[in-house]
């Protein structure tokens, strides 16, 4: 029975390495497979820095993190990882070179991400990524085609949100006008009313025509931006 616990708790720790739990406890500590959790972060494509943080975390309950026994359960589970398909998959997304997978270690890897990235970091998805604003893929630097692509997706982008931006002023314009109206409907109203003195019939015309200048340079705003969209329009149309 309680070896199986002890099972249980090694198979647990493991685990909770590779689920990016780099705190350990007293019982952690005690029951750790230490080829294991090496291994678990090799497989895992994780470099070795978090040991410190386990052998730090043991130390605290008197107890030594065998490093020499992650280390070569490390080496192994890279040995699993940094494989051809894996390299080929991660270039294929247009993600940067794990450096774990040392090139002159795991050659296969190197040759498999270099397919990847190849495959990635072509014009139509530079184009892709530049029209969805993101940033230019450093993995991507050595390939002119994909640098193109985005420069050209990008300038579209920009086009596109400084579009959207006017569109938004035209509409919040055309709102303010339709309240300067709706002022000047209620200053209308006042000054037909029975119970409005003098004094408050001079003051609502004097509203009214400050409302319908508000409305005339508002007018006058709209005949702008609807040129700037125009011209911004036109531009995207020639990319």
């Given amino acids: 029975m309680f070896s199986r616990k002890i099972s249980w708790f090694a198979t647990a720790a493991a685990f909770l390495m590779l689920a990016g739990c780099a705190t350990m406890n007293e019982q952690e500590c005690r029951v750790a ?12 494509g994780q470099g070795t820095q ?9 130390a605290d309950h008197n107890i030594r993190a065998d490093f020499q026994a992650f280390k070569e359960g490390h080496k192994s589970g890279l040995s699993d990882f940094c494989v051809f398909e894996r390299g080929k998959n991660l270039g294929l997304k247009g993600a940067s070179y794990n450096a774990n997978c040392t090139a002159t270690r795991y050659p296969d890897f190197k040759a498999g991400y270099d397919m990847g990235i190849e495959g990635f970091c072509t014009y139509e998805n530079g184009l892709t990524s530049g ?5 230019l893929s450093p993995a991507c630097s050595e390939f002119p085609r994909f640098a193109e692509g985005y420069q050209e997706g990008y ?3 920009e086009l ?8 938004d002023q035209l509409t919040a314009t055309e709102q303010k ?12 109203a006042l000054i037909v009313s029975d119970g409005t003195t003098p004094e408050q019939r001079a003051d609502a015309l004097e ?6 200048e508000e409305i005339s340079r508002l007018k006058h705003e709209l005949l ?8 911004l329009i036109q531009t995207l149309e020639t990319l």
């Avoid at 080829?35 to 895992?44: C, K, L, M």
């Avoid at 978090?50 to 043991?58: I, L, T």
């Avoid at 702008?224 to 011209?231: A, K």
Wanted: charged content about 35%; proline content about 0%.
């Fill in 33 to 44: 497979d230490w080829h294991a959790i090496g291994y678990q972060h090799g497989a895992n």
């Fill in 50 to 58: 978090s040991f410190s943080e386990y052998q730090s975390d043991c």
């Fill in 131 to 135: 029209k969805a604003g993101g940033k």
């Fill in 155 to 157: 300038a579209r982008h």
């Fill in 160 to 167: 596109v949100t400084a579009i959207s931006r006017v569109d």
């Fill in 177 to 188: 006008i339709v309240e300067e109206r709706q002022f000047i409907e209620d200053s209308e």
């Fill in 207 to 212: 509203d009214i025509n400050y409302h319908r």
């Fill in 224 to 231: 702008i931006l609807d040129d700037e969209r125009r011209e």
